[in-house]
């Protein structure tokens, strides 16, 4: 053990704000030798980024625990105090995960010795009901307690303000600094839980805040006569994955029209341990397995499947031949882009100014679509919280209201959407009511999701996307993750599949230069980014991003052909994502 990891293994040994029973396991690694283990443990705080914490549970000043987690809740209410903001209130929720309850609770406690009134959900309940209820009540900020799709050893601490999205700057800068400032864990005020409840501390969220929200959500529909009718006839198969998704999702599917919603008995109970998958991710396809088996016994028309806080959703649809196909995020995205488009232009309530929100490693289909039909496109960084702070910053803008822009629908390729601003994060449970909506609608006019998508495709163009992540995990994965980005951006490939690069975008300089002169030929208007974006003669995009929450650099290829002949556009794609994922794989290593 070197000097510093042994310097930071003694002073937690020695915190007599730490319990015995959380040095214990401590001191067993000290007693194997785990050497590396306890590097892993003490070589670094676990640092609260511009969203939160999220890592593995366990003892350690570098895992998730009731310290690292009472660190980072004591410092945002020192910075909700600190704002002058009279009054002051959080909402909070968690998922189910190991230790999930536990520490909102310790939260919510943490919130009432700093004077702050905290409004607690009773059980698990999914992230964008946590949004939903910050602007209900009127919260100055709010936590949920979630590691989102990571697997079962992995929790998180995601930090909202008041407009019910994720932390932005200037709040995110301000919130890391008072965190950092609460230095010692016996810095950290908590009280009494039972005592706090008693004399109106911290407030129970029950039935009454699940009853407003899917009447919210209720009152999002579009359609209610083409779900009405149809909704007798679609067979739609949900999986909550064990997940939060379960508490309002069939409710929900169910008040938009759906009589027939069929779940999977073995993934439907709130399990942390998820154990009838290996990643409850609905990116990954054997995630829906089990679904699709469903789907298949029942002849369902759909599959909906969330992941553990119902923030992402994943969607199967039957092809003609009886089979089901697993949509992509890029694919829903374009379908429901469509959709809204559609509906909103046919009901007579298309804004003056419309405007589709994506990210910059999303698909162009859905961008496409949007502007067939009029509307503008803004690309934001990677994260529903720079879409959700496009809306706030319209919503202050200091200029007629006719000309003011009109969010219609926000989505991004993994898996996010974000029909409605009720809710200002991704937002699974509208998502999958209008995804049921949609394919109401679609049946109505004799077609299906699947044949729906075939025709874009026809109209638009085809467009395919692919990714490949690379883990370097371990003490020294960032570094070795850094330093991949730097040899990208120093010393970029010339060609990326066997395809000439003609331009190269850097997020950190906000130049995109010509890749044959290095000339500089055009900016973004982006804040700055660790984000490579290549483009190759044929239109093709490789974008480079380190993951924020997981030890993994991500490159996004996004492709595309025309549409008149798919089968062979999908065979060409297809080739041509494999050989620059090759590549790629090549220039990791």
């Known amino acids: 053990m070197n000097e510093t990891t042994r310097s930071a293994v003694n002073a937690w040994l020695a915190d007599p704000a730490i319990a015995d029973a959380d040095k214990t396991e401590i001191h067993a690694l000290v007693a194997a030798e785990n050497h590396a283990e306890l590097a ?37 209410a020192d910075y909700i105090r600190a704002s002058g903001t009279s009054n002051p209130s959080i909402a909070i929720a968690c998922d189910c995960r190991r230790q999930s309850d536990t520490f909102s609770k310790h939260v919510a406690c943490i919130m ?3 004077g702050i009134t905290a409004h607690l959900f009773s059980a698990p309940r999914p992230t964008p009901h946590l949004s939903f209820a910050v602007r209900t009540l009127g919260c100055t900020a709010g936590v949920v307690v979630t590691a989102s799709h990571n697997p079962p050893e992995y929790n998180g601490f995601k930090a909202y303000w008041s407009d019910g999205a994720q932390v932005v700057p200037p709040q995110d800068a301000g919130i890391i600094t008072a965190v950092r400032a609460v230095g010692s864990f016996a810095n950290i005020r908590t009280v009494s839980f039972d005592d706090a409840v008693r004399d109106g501390r911290i407030r129970i969220l029950g039935g009454e805040m699940d009853e407003k929200f899917l009447s919210t959500v209720q009152s999002s529909c579009l359609a209610p006569d083409e779900c009405r009718s149809q909704g007798r006839a679609i067979k739609i198969v949900y999986t909550s994955l064990h997940g939060t998704g379960g508490t309002l999702i069939p409710q929900a599917l169910r008040q938009r029209g759906f009589e027939h919603v069929f779940e999977v008995r073995e993934q439907a109970e709130l399990d942390g341990e998820f154990p009838t998958v290996a990643s409850p991710n609905p990116e990954e396809g054997p995630a829906l397995k089990m679904a699709i088996d469903l789907a298949k016994r029942e002849n369902a028309d759909l599959v909906i499947g969330t992941d553990p806080d119902a923030d992402r959703v994943g969607i199967a649809v039957r092809k003609p031949d009886g089979d089901f196909a697993l949509l992509s995020g890029n694919q829903t995205g374009a379908l429901l882009t469509n959709y809204l488009c559609e509906r909103l232009t046919r009901l007579g309530r298309w804004p003056s100014r419309p405007v589709v929100l994506s990210t910059i490693v999303s698909g162009a289909l859905m961008k496409t679509i949007a502007r067939h039909y009029g509307a503008e496109v803004e690309e934001t960084l990677t994260g529903f919280k720079w879409i959700a702070e496009r809306i706030r910053l319209w919503e202050l803008e200091k200029v007629a209201d006719s000309h003011r822009r009109r969010y219609i629908f926000g989505a991004e390729e993994s898996y996010g959407y974000m029909p409605t601003t009720y809710v200002r994060d991704k937002d699974a449970v509208t998502s999958a009511a209008m995804i049921a909506e949609m394919a109401a609608v679609a049946r109505s006019e004799g077609r299906t999701l699947y044949t729906l998508l075939d025709d874009l495709y026809r109209q638009f163009g085809y467009h395919q ?64 980014s660790e984000v490579l974006i290549y483009t190759l003669t044929d239109g093709t995009k490789v974008i480079a991003r380190p993951s924020g929450t997981e030890p993994k650099i991500k490159f996004y290829i996004l492709t595309q052909a025309p549409g008149d002949d798919l089968t062979t556009a999908r065979s060409l794609a297809s080739q041509k994502i494999e050989a620059i994922s090759a590549d790629l794989t090549k220039l990791a290593k």
Do not use: C, H, W
Not at 40 to 49: C, K, Q, T, V
Not at 51 to 75: E, F, H, K, S
């Open 465 to 528: 996307e692919g990714a490949k992540s690379i883990t370097m995990p371990g003490v020294d994965g960032s570094q070795r993750i850094a330093a991949l980005m730097q040899s990208l951006r120093t010393n970029p490939p010339r060609a990326i599949g066997g395809i000439d690069v003609v331009t190269i975008g850097d997020l950190q300089t906000g130049d995109v230069r010509n890749a044959e002169s290095s000339a500089v030929i055009q900016r973004f208007d982006l804040p700055q």
């Open 112 to 114: 009432a010795a700093n």
């Open 40 to 76: 892993d443990r003490f070589a670094r705080d676990l640092e609260f980024g511009t969203g939160g914490l999220r890592g593995i549970l366990g003892a350690g000043r570098n895992r998730m625990n009731r310290y690292t987690v009472g660190a980072a809740a004591q410092g945002l």
